[in-house]
């Protein structure tokens, strides 16, 4: 859970790491590229075979990991992936049912087959709860080791199929352990790169706050797709190698607590790491090997350790290595915050053209209930609307049809005068449209920084194989989202809490922290759902003052909240509802001496 | 042919039915949906096996201690897999931690007992052909619990509060009903349940360790499609499943029958992600 481990991090650019953090950083990576390439030298075959197995388990973990460690996704039955990359690579090189294939090019089309399936396997996510998907992904590793076992005249039915040998330059046995080494660093520089890119904090945002990363202007359809494409590869590869290594193959050589191991070494690992999912893969495929009389209680072992794991540090090993975090941060820290430098974060300039958001006649139910009935409002440029009312008025309602999380009975909303669509929240972000949410939405696994850079996901240009190869466009969204998200942390004053897990952070600290993510959109329209709950009489008048500031550049602000003094020093205009309808509605001094206003809500 | 079709089916469905009603207690009171119901449907069996087949115990013995046994173990999943992820159910801990422990009982299961499927006895010689007693006993099983649970729910004041916690167990518990032991003794109910469908199934299906992941995976099938918590649709969607599966099986085969089910579960579940009778889903923002 922890700052993605990656070889590849980007550095950020406003303090040089140091060199002895650099290394710090690299010195995991580095021994075990060196274990890995001097491993030969132990002469001994049996070790061979056993990391050509870690290897190969490694490139399937390798994806699954962005699926269950990233994604949250608990794709319990990967090894269905694996026995079909295994089977249509034996297939294919055997000549039987078509002319032989040359084993590289079968272990590619092994690759596209297994993307192939990945998205088969991975669809259900789209619609599913957790554990129904686990329940279809197990449905699938059950169906394909059944249907290998049927398909006779193709697989060899119980009997099995031989697995190809792979021919020069990678044939003998350590000739093929260098190659399954080659392509699982390939597999782990890749995933690494994807894990530090804008995509990798877009799944941990999935999985961690679903709605923010909405509101952020993340599809989550596909995403998950592309990364279940990618997962699918891999594992249809590592299957390719797996029916290679095994010379081979029969059903039975997939069992479900195969399955169990791929899942349990990345829990082991840790979600959200990738160093550590690898140490977890390797302690996994070769602690039976040792313990020879063990081995008929691997898999018992296996799920003593899974029970331990979560329930006594559901962290995993990265959680241990993560020593950074447990350093006690500054006890009573403040909240200072800059709006001098909201020039430089929203950077209006180019198209700061006054608009507004209007709603007319909104209506919209919840089964009786009516949450709103017929209600307007015009959010414009350049002024703070305060939305105010007792609770279950449906302020916040007002706030969810205008990102598009509910979509009204009836009634119109337009954004200059151009329609705007009601549903797809993920669409808002287009739009310029920000938010905040009531409780704070935080990817709690996730640095400060990168919880902001997440704001700014729409603003990258490289594409997710292009994030993946490491090109140059993903390094330069990297270092211009890195610096905007710092900029917004500067103006909201957390800059100095930048490198700390956001779940550490204090309630007050975490409104200023959503804050800053909004910003990242560069909005042209900012909306924040009761920001001041929570904080402190000083805090409250900062958090006024930075909200003034930020209207003033240009942004329609929407403002939800209880603090009446606050919304009457900040708002431009005030709307006050009460059971779903208008109250009133106008200038702060019309609202405060409104009579029936007074009565219903503010109190004589 | 069709008479097989059906007895077999309904006997197979039953226990699907009753693993689905093992599912649904366990959920009514923890919101958590428990790997360990295939788990305990698996025991029914084997257990049933070791204690008459093996120790030799008179029939209705073996079942008394075999339900006795249900009951301890769905405490202890209660005690080890379920009460310490409850505080996070958001995170689906609960999904692992249930799967970690059904996996320790099944290898411990399958080392002690054996990866072979063994015979279990015939212990009522009643009834021939499609009318025996590996047929109808599965679904008198099934017809008995229903009964049981309909008599525990409408006529007794613990089955009220267990109706209670199932609808809101804030509120419940705000009412001051023991919110804890409840859950207890729902997973001890669940216990019993999923051990007397192995039990009863255990003629057709066998004392296998193996049968855990197939009645996990039919048993869910009922009440994903029926909507969960609902014993109406598990019971409905079980002897369906049963009688679809056996049909099939029949027609084009083994393999087809359970892709075909598998094909038409998904399917399902993709256009209607709630289950057929399900409501929609809860607000999220």
Redesign the interface.
């Known amino acids: 859970m922890t700052d993605v481990t990656a070889p590849s991090q980007s550095k950020r650019t406003r303090a040089a790491p140091s060199l002895l953090a650099r290394l710090e950083h690299a010195a995991p990576w580095l021994a075990l590229a060196i274990i890995g390439v001097a491993l030969p030298l132990f002469d001994d075959s049996y070790i061979g075979v056993i990391a050509q197995r870690a290897c190969i388990y490694w490139i399937l973990c390798a994806g699954l990991n962005l699926v269950v460690g990233y994604a949250g996704q608990?794709a319990?039955g990967w090894v269905a992936l694996l026995t079909l990359g295994a089977y249509s690579t034996a297939v294919l090189t055997a000549g039987k049912v078509m002319d032989a294939w040359n084993p590289y090019l079968a272990l590619l089309a092994s690759g596209v087959l297994g993307g192939a399936f990945g998205v088969i396997v991975g669809?259900?996510a789209l619609?599913?709860?957790?554990?129904?998907f686990?329940?279809?992904t197990?449905?699938?590793a059950?169906?394909v080791t059944?249907?290998a076992?049927?398909w006779t005249e193709v697989t060899g039915g119980g009997v099995g199929t031989p697995g190809p040998e792979f021919p020069w330059p990678f044939n003998p046995e350590w000739g093929f352990y260098y190659f399954c080494l080659l392509l699982a660093a390939l597999a782990t520089w890749m995933t690494a790169n994807i894990a530090s890119s804008r995509y990798g904090r877009a799944l941990i945002a999935i999985r961690d706050a679903?709605?923010a990363a909405e509101a952020s202007g993340i599809a989550k359809p596909r995403l998950l797709m592309t990364v279940f494409v990618f997962a699918g590869a891999l594992a249809g590869v590592a299957g390719g190698l797996f029916s290679s290594l095994q010379s081979y193959i029969t059903p039975d050589a997939f069992t479900?607590d195969l399955s169990?191991l791929f899942f349990i070494a990345i829990?082991i690992g840790g979600r959200g790491s990738i160093l550590g999912p690898l140490l977890g893969t390797i302690l996994l495929t070769v602690l039976p090997e040792f313990a020879a009389p063990l081995v008929?209680?691997s898999?018992?072992l296996?799920?003593?350790l899974?029970?331990v794991i979560?329930?006594v540090i559901?962290g995993g090993i990265a959680d241990l290595l993560d020593y950074k975090n447990r350093r006690p941060l500054q006890q009573h820290r403040e909240i200072v915050a800059r709006p001098e430098l909201l020039a430089r974060v929203l950077d209006r300039s180019k198209d700061a053209k006054p608009g507004a958001i209007e709603l007319k006649d909104i209506s919209l139910h919840f089964g009786g209930v009516r949450a709103i009935d017929g209600l307007d409002l015009a959010i414009r440029s350049g002024e703070v609307h305060g939305l105010i009312g007792p609770n279950g008025s449906g302020k916040?309602t007002t706030l969810?049809v205008i990102s598009g999380?509910y979509a009204p009975r009836s009634g119109t909303a337009t954004l200059n005068g151009a329609p705007l669509p009601f549903g797809a929240p993920h669409t808002r972000a287009r739009y310029r449209i920000a938010r905040t949410?009531q409780t704070p939405r935080l990817i709690g696994g996730a640095s400060v920084l990168q919880n902001v850079m997440i704001g700014g996901t729409i603003d990258g240009h490289a594409g997710f194989s292009e994030a993946m190869l490491s090109l140059p466009r993903h390094h330069r969204d990297e270092k211009a989202l890195g610096d905007a998200a710092m900029i917004a942390l500067q103006t909201v004053g957390l800059e100095t809490l930048a490198d700390v897990r956001a779940d550490r952070l204090q309630h007050s600290e975490l409104r200023f922290m959503e804050i800053a993510r909004a910003l990242m959109l560069r909005p042209a329209f900012l909306m924040l759902d009761e920001p001041a709950a929570g904080l402190s009489a000083e805090e409250i008048r900062r958090l006024g003052a930075l909200i003034k500031a930020i209207s003033r550049e240009g942004v329609g602000v929407l403002l939800v909240e209880h603090h009446a003094d606050m919304i009457f020093d900040v708002s431009d205009r005030v709307t006050v509802l009460n059971l779903g309808k208008m109250l009133a509605a106008g200038t702060p001094d019309e609202i405060r001496s409104h009579r029936e206003v007074v009565n219903a809500y503010l109190g004589g | 042919m069709l008479q097989s079709i059906v007895s077999y089916g309904l006997a197979v469905g039953a226990v699907y039915a009753l693993i689905g009603i093992t599912y649904n207690v366990m959920f009514s009171a923890s919101r958590v949906?428990s790997f360990t119901a295939g788990m305990l449907g698996m025991l029914g069996g084997v257990l049933g096996a070791l204690f008459i087949n093996k120790l030799g115990l008179p029939a209705i013995v073996g079942l008394v201690v075999v339900l006795a046994g249900g009951a301890v173990l769905g405490v202890v999943t209660e005690f080890?897999?379920v009460r310490?992820?409850l505080k996070s159910i958001e995170q689906?801990?609960y999904?692992?931690?249930t799967?970690?422990?059904a996996?320790?009982v099944q290898?411990?299961t399958a080392?002690e007992w054996g990866t072979d499927a063994q015979p279990f006895p015939r212990l009522i010689p009643i009834g021939e052909g499609w009318l025996d007693q590996k047929f109808w006993l599965p679904m008198l099983a099934c017809a008995l619990t229903i009964v049981g649970l309909e008599f525990l729910y409408r006529r007794t004041l613990v089955g009220r509060a267990f109706l209670a916690i199932a609808e809101d167990s804030y509120a419940a518990r705000a009412l001051g009903l023991p919110e804890t032991r409840l859950r207890i003794a729902s997973y001890a109910l669940a216990g019993v349940i999923g051990t007397l469908a192995g039990f009863a199934g255990a003629q057709i299906l066998l004392a296998f360790f193996g049968n855990q992941?197939i009645l996990?995976?039919y048993g869910?099938v009922p009440v994903?499609l029926g909507g969960m918590g609902s014993n109406r649709g598990a019971v409905i969607g079980g002897l369906a499943l049963g009688v679809f599966q056996q049909a099939a099986n029949f027609l084009v085969?083994?393999?087809f029958a359970?892709?075909a089910v598998?094909v038409v579960?998904?399917i399902i579940?993709?256009l209607r992600?709630e289950g057929l009778a399900g409501a929609s889903t809860a607000r999220?923002?």
């Not at chain 1, 619609?127 to 129904?132: G, I, Q, V």
């Open positions: 608990i319990i669809l259900p619609r599913l709860r957790t554990f129904y686990a329940m279809t197990l449905g699938f059950t169906i059944q249907v076992l049927a679903e709605v479900f169990v829990l008929a209680w898999t018992f296996y799920a003593a899974l029970l979560v329930l559901p916040t969810n999380y949410f | 949906f080890i897999a310490p992820v689906h801990l999904v692992l931690s799967l970690a422990f996996l320790l290898q411990f080392i992941a996990n995976f869910f994903a085969g083994g393999i359970s892709v598998f579960f998904i579940l993709l992600p999220r923002v």
